[in-house]
């Protein structure tokens, strides 16, 4: 398997949601990686769905912007440069709060990353 993956395989890759947009950029399907990373944007005045990643952990870089993050019963509130981390199983989710788009990196710790939306 090639360990490059160009710019233009990620972008045909891009998954587009109503609140924003989803780019995987390695996992075990795309590049036989034990973990999974991937550029995620909120657009200003959006959120993603509450959920969770019940098997891994995910780590959040935020390269631009604000949110509010929902973490379980707690909200915390990052900016570009900060780090969050996301137990397994907590429900959680990004608020943009800004009047920019929020671009962030997500790592998750399993190549085969879950996730359950909160009901």
């Known amino acids: 398997m090639n360990p490059l993956r160009t ?17 995987w950029l390695a ?8 973990i999974t990373a991937g550029r995620v944007i909120i657009k200003a005045g959006k959120a993603n769905p509450r959920h969770c990643h019940d098997t891994c952990e995910e780590i959040l870089y ?10 379980g019963d707690k909200k915390i509130k990052i900016t570009a440069g900060d780090t969050l ?3 397994p199983g907590i429900m959680h989710n990004g608020i943009n709060t ?3 788009d929020a ?3 997500v790592i998750y710790s399993s190549g ?3 996730f359950r939306k909160e009901t």
Do not use: C, F, Y
């Open 7 to 23: 710019k233009k395989e990620t972008e045909k890759n891009i998954i587009e949601e109503d609140w924003g947009s989803l780019a």
């Open 27 to 34: 996992n075990s399907e795309l590049t036989n990686s034990d």
């Open 62 to 71: 935020l390269l631009h912007g604000q949110l509010t993050h929902s973490l």
């Open 85 to 87: 981390v996301v137990p």
């Open 98 to 100: 800004g009047n920019v």
């Open 103 to 105: 671009d962030m990196i």
């Open 112 to 114: 085969q990353r879950d």
